[in-house]
Structure formats: C-alpha cells, structure tokens
C-alpha cells in the first residue's frame, strides 16, 4: 500500500535578487514496509524535501500526499491537523519540552494526536529502550537518549509515516545501530520511514536510496 506519494516538488527562495532554487522536480513514492534513505552533500536540499513531506513547508509546486490524502496547498491548520494524524517527524533539534519529563513529552503529544494511541507511553518508551529515563527531564538526557526520548514522542500516535532528519548525527555506533533496527522495526509493522542521512550504515540499512544532487535526484 502506497503511503507517501510526492509528485514534482519544487521549492525556490528568494532573498534580495537571489534565487535559489532548492528543489527542481522531487518525486518520491513510498511503500508501507519501506524504509528510503535520501542522501547527497549538503545543499542538495535534504532538509527542504524532508520539510515540504512533513507539510512544515510549501512547496513551491507539485503535490505531496500522505495515505492517499492531499497535505498540500492546505491552511497551515489543516496540515498540522493532518501531520498530528499521520505522520511522525523527528528533526534534528529534539523535538522535546524542556519543562516535561520524559513520559509527559509522550503523553502531551498523544493528547495533541488524533490517532488512538496503540501503546501505552510506557511501552512506547520500553520499545526505544529508555523505562530506566520515564521521569528524566530532557536536559539530563544524553544525545541518544534525546534521540530516542524524541522518536518515541514521533511515534506517539502510531503514524503510518515517520520523517526523520539525519537521526543518528549526534550518536554513538552502538546508539546508531539501535535507532536503525527501531526504524526498521516500523517499516516491519507496515510503516514507511523516510530518513535524511550522511551515515553509510543507515543508508546500507535502507531498502533504497535516493539521492539529491542540486535539487534533482540521481541515480549516481
Ligand atoms: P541540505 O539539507 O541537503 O543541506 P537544504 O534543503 O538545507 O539542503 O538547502 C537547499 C538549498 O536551499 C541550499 O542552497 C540552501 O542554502 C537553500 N535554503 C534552504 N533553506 C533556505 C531558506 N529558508 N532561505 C533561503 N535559502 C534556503
């Protein structure tokens, strides 16, 4: 089953009399059970492809859709809406409240979701591997436990779709290893994982690699 589909995505930013043009004819077709890594060298336009999936941004042209459903060319509202339904995001600043615990993290983002919830916060943080942190507050956690505090509050509502922007940048080999295998456990539950990376291995774990030069993909 078709999960994410995006058709021709073009982005441009101006600034004065520059133009920059960061995307220049994206598509992307993600299966459930698929986990794609999009790679290529910085300024290719990871982040902006990355930004207009999660409906963070508009593209300039084109179409993305998530379970069949249009997010694009939607008031901002709606896409937050639809975000909060279907799609996890984890970006590179851990999406985490300073002031709530852990499990709050996780439980505020269930309250903000629209999907019933499958698991409980406690399981959903013994599957990322930190019941030992439920009562840490953010600022206490190392940077694979934020990582992982901030996969599992991305998980919250049970996307079909989870965006994660270069997730294991700040961990050790063993904490990467362990992100890949629960991103790949999404994908075994049917879900679709689309990561922006620099890391080999993630990309070696990926079931396909797309790779951005200039805005375009490549098949180099
Ligand atoms: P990557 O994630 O691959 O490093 P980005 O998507 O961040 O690439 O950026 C792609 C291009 O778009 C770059 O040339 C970058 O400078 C430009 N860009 C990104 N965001 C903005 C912005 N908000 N305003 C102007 N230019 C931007």
Redesign the pocket.
């Known amino acids: 089953m078709t999960i994410l589909e995006a058709s021709e995505l073009y982005?441009f930013?101006?600034?004065g009399d520059d133009e920059?043009?960061?995307?220049r004819g994206v598509s992307l077709h993600v299966e459930g059970g698929e986990m794609v890594a999009v790679v290529?060298?910085?300024?290719?336009?990871?982040?902006?492809?990355?930004?207009c999936l999660a409906g963070l941004d508009e593209p300039d042209g084109g179409w993305v859709a998530v379970e069949g459903r249009r997010l694009t060319r939607r008031p901002e509202t709606k896409r937050d809406e639809m975000r909060g339904e279907l799609i996890g995001v984890l970006l590179q600043s851990a999406n985490l409240l300073d002031h709530l615990s852990v499990i709050g993290n996780v439980r505020i983002a269930q309250a903000f979701g629209k999907r019933a919830a499958l698991s409980d916060p406690a399981t959903l943080l013994d599957e990322v591997g930190l019941r030992h942190r439920t009562d840490a507050f953010p600022s206490t956690l190392s940077g694979g436990e934020a990582t992982r505090a901030a996969l599992a509050v991305a998980l919250a509502n049970n996307p079909p779709l989870l965006l994660a922007?270069e997730p294991t940048g700040e961990v050790d080999h063993e904490a990467e290893r362990a992100l890949i295998d629960l991103l790949l456990a999404r994908t075994s539950r049917g879900g679709a994982v689309v990561v922006?990376t620099h890391s080999d291995e993630v990309a070696a774990a990926a079931h396909r690699v797309v790779q951005?030069v200039d805005?375009r993909t490549s098949d180099a």
């Open positions: 982005r930013y101006h600034s920059t043009f960061a995307l290529g060298p910085s300024g290719s336009g990871k982040s902006t492809l990355l930004n922007d922006v951005l805005g």
